[in-house]
T-cell receptor, first 110, second 113 residues
Framework: SQQGEEDPQALSIQEGENATMNCSYK?????LQWYRQNSGRGLVHLILIRSNEREKHSGRLRVTLDTSKKSSSLLITASRAADTASYFC??????????FGDGTTLTVKP | DTAVSQTPKYLVTQMGNDKSIKCEQN?????MYWYKQDSKKFLKIMFSYNNKELIINETVPNRFSPKSPDKAHLNLHINSLELGDSAVYFC????????????FGNGTRLTVT
C-alpha cells in the first residue's frame, strides 16, 4: 500500500513546546502534502512539498522530505492551544492518485 | 462566500433509503472530489471529476453515483443505504488535475439507522 503511515497517533504537549509528526510511505511520489483538521470541520491545506524538495517553511511550520527514506516530518514550533487538531499527510503519485495517512491527533494544553 | 460548500451538514436516514449530498465550489477549479472519512478518521478517495468527466473511481459500491452537471458542482447520490455507509463525506476541489492542493468542504455527517 502506498498509504502514508503517521506517527505518533496521538501527541500531547504544553503550549510553547514544539510538536513533530512523521509520515512514512512506500511508493514513489510526485508531492506530499500536510493538512490540518479541526474537530467537525474539513481539512485545511498547510504545505505542499515536491519530490525534488527537501525542506519547506510556512510561518511556524517546517516540513522536511527524505525521498531516500520515504519519509516526511511536520514540525510546529512554539505551539499554541489553537494548534490542537488532527494532522494528515497525503501522498500524490505522478498519475495524480492521492492517499491520506491515518493522521496524528495533536493536543496542545494551555 | 464559502469556497467549497456542501449540503446538508447532517443527514440521518434509515437503511434502504436513497439520499443525495450536494457540493458546489466557487474557486473556479477544474477538479472535484468526494472523500469518505470513517469513524477512525481514515480518509479515502471515492471519486474525482475533471471538467465534468470522471477520472478516478475507486472501489466503491455502485450504489454510489456521482453526478457533475457542471465543473462547479459535484453531487453524490447513494442508493439503498446501508449501516456501513455511516461516515463523514467530504467534497473537495483542486486547481490542478490531481497534483495540487485540495480545498475541502466542511463535510456531511451521514448516519444510517
Amino acid at each position: 500500500s502506498q498509504q502514508g503511515e503517521e506517527d505518533p497517533q496521538a501527541l500531547s504537549i504544553q503550549e510553547g513546546e514544539n510538536a513533530t509528526m512523521n509520515c512514512s510511505y512506500k511508493t514513489s511520489i510526485n508531492n506530499l502534502q500536510w493538512y490540518r483538521q479541526n474537530s467537525g470541520r474539513g481539512l485545511v491545506h498547510l504545505i505542499l512539498i515536491r519530490s525534488n524538495e527537501r525542506e519547506k517553511h510556512s510561518g511556524r511550520l517546517r516540513v522536511t522530505l527524505d525521498t531516500s527514506k520515504k519519509s516526511s516530518s511536520l514540525l510546529i514550533t512554539a505551539s499554541r492551544a489553537a494548534d490542537t487538531a488532527s494532522y494528515f499527510c497525503a501522498l500524490w503519485t505522478n498519475a495524480g492518485k492521492s492517499t491520506f495517512g491515518d493522521g496524528t491527533t495533536l493536543t496542545v494544553k494551555p | 462566500d464559502t469556497a467549497v460548500s456542501q449540503t446538508p451538514k447532517y443527514l440521518v436516514t434509515q437503511m434502504g433509503n436513497d439520499k443525495s449530498i450536494k457540493c458546489e465550489q466557487n474557486l473556479g477549479h477544474d477538479t472535484m472530489y468526494w472523500y469518505k472519512q470513517d469513524s477512525k478518521k481514515f480518509l479515502k478517495i471515492m471519486f474525482s471529476y475533471n471538467n465534468k468527466e470522471l477520472i478516478i473511481n475507486e472501489t466503491v459500491p455502485n450504489r454510489f453515483s456521482p453526478k457533475s452537471p457542471d465543473k462547479a458542482h459535484l453531487n453524490l447520490h447513494i442508493n439503498s443505504l446501508e449501516l456501513g455507509d455511516s461516515a463523514v463525506y467530504f467534497c473537495a476541489s483542486s486547481q490542478d488535475s490531481g497534483l495540487g492542493s485540495l480545498h475541502f468542504g466542511n463535510g456531511t455527517r451521514l448516519t444510517v439507522t
